[in-house]
C-alpha cells in the first residue's frame, strides 16, 4: 500500500474542495492510504478580513515571516510515498500558514527526498508564490514532480473586484448579483479528478517526469500573459513596501497602522490603473519579444527553478 500525506490550509474551504475533486481516484483505489493535515494557525486569520488586517497581513507575509502552529496530528515517522500541499497565494507569497509549516522543525523529517505536488487555489496570480515554493522545497531537498492551478476563471479588473467582497464582506454568493461568484468553478472541479488520474497511473508506472506535460496538457495551469507581466512588478514592488510598513512596528501595532491604511488604498487603485495598460502590453509583448515570452511561459509551466 502506498500512503500520501496531504498537507493544507484553508479558510474557506475552497482548497479542501480542489483536493477532494484531484485526489478522487485514490480515495477510490484501497492501494491508497491518505493522510490530511490542516495546517492551524495558533492564532486564527480572520475571516471575513476586516480592511485593516488584511493589509497588515502583507508584510510578514512577503518576507516569509513565520507564524505559530498548533502541533501536527500526523506521526510524523511516516514515511510518506507522496506528499501534497495544497495551499493559497496570499500577496504573491506562501500564505503564512503553509509558509510556517514549510519552516517548522518537522517539515525535514516529512519532505525531505520526498516527491511533492502542489495544489494551488487563488484569485488568478500565482507564479510568485510557487518560486518561492520551489525555493523553499528546494531547501528541504524535496522535489517539486507537480503542480496544479485552480483559478477564478473571471478578467482581472472582475476578480478584483468579487475576490476582495470575498475577503472583506464573506460574499460567497454573486456580489451585487450581478458579479460573478468567485473562485473556483464547478466546471473545474468536475474536470479535476483526471489530474489525480494522471498521477496515479505515472506512479504506478514510476514516470514521474510525465506527470507536469501530461498535467499541462489538460490545462492544469492558467498562465495568462497580462498577469505575467503584472507579477513581474509586484514581484520588484512588494519587498520595498513591505520593508516600508515593518519600519514601523510589528504585525497589528498601532504606529503602522497609517502605512497599512495607504498600502490598502493604493494598492487596489494601482492594480485598477495598470491592469488595462498591462493587458495591451501583455497583448503587443507576444508579437514584439515572441521569443522571451514563450521562454517565460515554458517556464513557469515546469517546476525547477531558475538559475540566477
Ligand atoms: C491575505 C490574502 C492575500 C491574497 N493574495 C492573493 C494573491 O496574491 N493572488 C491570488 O491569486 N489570490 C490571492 N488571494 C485570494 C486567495 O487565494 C483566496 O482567498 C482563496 O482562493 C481562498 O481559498 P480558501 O477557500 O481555500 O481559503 C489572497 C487572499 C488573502 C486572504
Redesign the pocket.
Known sequence: MKRILVIY????????QALNAVLKPFEENQNYKIDYECIKPKKT?P?P?TYTE?FD?FPE?VHGIPCELEPLTIDITTNYDLIIIAY??????I?VPISSFLQSTEVKQLLANKPVITII??????LG?QEKMKQRLLNINATLIGNITF?DRSSNLVSLIT?LA??LKGTKEKFMGIFPKY??TKKDLTHAPIFGKIIMDNIENDQLQNIQPQLNQQGALDIRGNLLIMEGRGKALFPLYANYISKKGTQGSEQRKMRVRIFGIVLPTVILIISPIITIISRLAPIIAKKKFKKEIAYYSQNTLRKN
Do not use: D, E, H, I
Request: charged share 5%.
Open positions: 490550509y484553508t479558510q474557506t474551504g475552497q482548497a479542501k486569520f475571516y478580513w488584511f497581513a507575509t493559497q497565494p496570499w500577496f504573491l507569497s500564505c487555489n487563488c484569485r488568478n496570480m500565482w508564490a483559478v475576490v470575498f475577503v473562485g473556483v
